[in-house]
């Protein structure tokens, strides 16, 4: 039984599917959205506790429309959230044919633990970062010289700083699952990643830099994890390669195992039968 569809197909063919696969996907994030419009002011809700948290406890609009728009990104960002199962469903129904069954099995691993890896992410930027960054920027609240200063966020522009959190926390947790892409097709290996420590950190300040409000604290935040998940990387190679060692060890082991059938006792005699003289 051959594990991979090797009949050739048309180029229309494959454009038909494709065009199919994205009309799944368009319509499931359009029907996420109406569904996720219509609760947005819930949804908005609980984005703002971290705000509420860290003492803020009013967010204003200048412009007639930004309070509408707002709601309208909300439903779209919790949309995109919603159906990105759907949608990593639909990529992986249209590359799977074309790859064998060691294929499918090293690369469908990584496809269920981005979801995992990017919600993680997001959960830490929530829980852990927003919190921080919050307490730091909003700390600059007082009297300078006289003059009252206080902050005044605006609901859109909230809105960006957490979205710009939670899918740059969600991003930069997929590292891992891109290192081990990047290994397993052979682009890099296990030493040159050990190797690398120091660019890796600097690379992870470049990113914390890019993906963060522009202070210590929020560029910390996002650093120290995003170093770990290079050394789990590492360590997650290493272990893989282990396994793979012992499996292979264990088969050759197997296959050298000299293969002996022991008969039935030999009688008395040299096996002849009824006595040792000649018949």
Request: proline content about 6%; hydrophobic content about 55%; aromatic content about 12%.
């Given at each position: 039984?051959?594990?991979?569809?090797?009949?050739?197909?048309?180029?229309?063919?494959?454009?038909?599917?494709?065009?199919?696969?994205?009309?799944?996907?368009?319509?499931?994030?359009?029907?996420?959205?109406?569904?996720?419009?219509?609760?947005?002011?819930?949804?908005?809700?609980?984005?703002?506790?971290?705000?509420?948290?860290?003492?803020?406890?009013k967010?204003?609009?200048?412009?007639?429309?930004?309070?509408?728009?707002?709601?309208?990104?909300?439903?779209?960002?919790?949309?995109?959230?919603?159906?990105?199962?759907?949608?990593?469903?639909?990529?992986?129904?249209f590359?799977?044919?074309?790859?064998?069954?060691?294929?499918?099995?090293?690369?469908?691993?990584?496809?269920?633990?981005?979801?995992?890896?990017?919600?993680?992410?997001?959960?830490?930027?929530?829980?852990?970062?927003?919190?921080?960054?919050?307490?730091?920027?909003l700390?600059?609240?007082g009297?300078?010289?006289g003059?009252?200063?206080?902050?005044?966020?605006?609901?859109?522009?909230?809105?960006?700083?957490?979205?710009h959190?939670?899918?740059?926390?969600?991003?930069?947790?997929?590292?891992?699952?891109?290192?081990?892409?990047?290994?397993?097709a052979?682009?890099?290996?296990?030493?040159?990643?050990?190797?690398?420590?120091?660019?890796?950190?600097?690379?992870?300040?470049?990113?914390?830099?890019?993906?963060t409000?522009?202070?210590?604290?929020?560029?910390?935040?996002?650093?120290?994890?995003?170093?770990?998940?290079?050394?789990?990387?590492?360590?997650?190679?290493?272990?893989?390669?282990?396994?793979?060692?012992?499996?292979?060890?264990?088969?050759?082991?197997?296959?050298?195992?000299?293969?002996?059938?022991?008969?039935?006792?030999?009688?008395?005699?040299?096996?002849?039968?009824?006595?040792?003289?000649?018949?």
């Amino acid at each position: 039984m051959k594990d991979i569809d090797d009949t050739k197909q048309p180029l229309l063919e494959h454009l038909i599917e494709l065009r199919r696969r994205l009309m799944w996907s368009l319509a499931t994030l359009v029907v996420a959205f109406f569904v996720c419009f219509h609760f947005a002011p819930e949804i908005y809700a609980v984005l703002v506790q971290p705000l509420r948290h860290a003492g803020q406890g009013k967010l204003i609009y200048t412009d007639v429309f930004e309070a509408f728009f707002t709601q309208v990104k909300v439903g779209l960002f919790a949309a995109l959230m919603v159906s990105f199962p759907v949608i990593a469903t639909q990529l992986w129904r249209f590359i799977a044919p074309g790859l064998y069954a060691k294929e499918k099995n090293a690369f469908l691993p990584f496809l269920l633990a981005t979801p995992v890896f990017f919600a993680a992410g997001a959960c830490f930027a929530y829980f852990l970062a927003m919190p921080w960054a919050l307490h730091f920027l909003l700390s600059y609240q007082g009297n300078v010289g006289g003059i009252q200063q206080e902050a005044l966020p605006g609901v859109g522009n909230y809105l960006n700083f957490v979205t710009h959190f939670l899918f740059g926390f969600g991003a930069a947790f997929l590292l891992p699952i891109l290192l081990m892409i990047l290994e397993r097709a052979g682009i890099v290996t296990r030493e040159q990643l050990a190797r690398s420590r120091r660019y890796a950190i600097v690379g992870a300040a470049v990113v914390a830099g890019v993906l963060t409000p522009p202070d210590a604290v929020s560029m910390m935040m996002l650093m120290v994890p995003l170093y770990g998940l290079y050394e789990f990387a590492i360590l997650a190679i290493r272990i893989t390669h282990w396994r793979a060692a012992r499996k292979a060890a264990r088969l050759a082991s197997v296959v050298a195992e000299p293969q002996t059938e022991e008969g039935p006792e030999a009688p008395p005699g040299g096996g002849r039968v009824g006595g040792s003289g000649p018949i």
